[in-house]
Nanobody
Framework: QVQLVESGGGTVQAGGSLRLSCAASGRVVYGNVMGWYRQAPGQERELVADIMYNGRIAYGDSAKDRFTISRDSAKNTIYLQMDSLRPEDTGVYYC????????WGQGTQVTVSS
């Protein structure tokens, strides 16, 4: 069994920053991919960024040049530093672990006001 615990969401003004964290516990096997997805109201869930066990990173188009994903493998924790936030970044941000089974966190709300 795997648990993902997210933290760091909240409300911020446009141009501000937030840092999300996701800690994985349980049977977190080596060779996994951890990442962040977000879902805005009425829209599909989309990739924000993910990072492989070897450090390889992929960003969604909306995150490039503004967001930075990182991981602490010893703690099975990933972080998402979000800068220059825009109102369109508003949504629920979900942590995902792929091992290759897929696990999701409960989500954390991010609201960016204009």
């Amino acid at each position: 069994q795997v648990q993902l615990v997210e933290s760091g969401g909240g409300t911020v003004q446009a141009g501000g920053s937030l840092r999300l964290s996701c800690a994985a516990s349980g049977r977190v096997v080596y060779g996994n991919v951890m990442g962040w997805y977000r879902q805005a109201p009425g829209q599909e869930r989309e990739l924000v960024a993910d990072i492989m066990y070897n450090g390889r990173i992929a960003y969604g188009d909306s995150a490039k040049d503004r967001f930075t994903i990182s991981r602490d493998s010893a703690k099975n924790t990933i972080y998402l530093q979000m800068d220059s936030l825009r109102p369109e970044d508003t949504g629920v941000y979900y942590c995902r672990l792929k091992t290759p089974w897929i696990y999701w966190g409960q989500g954390t709300q991010v609201t960016v006001s204009s």
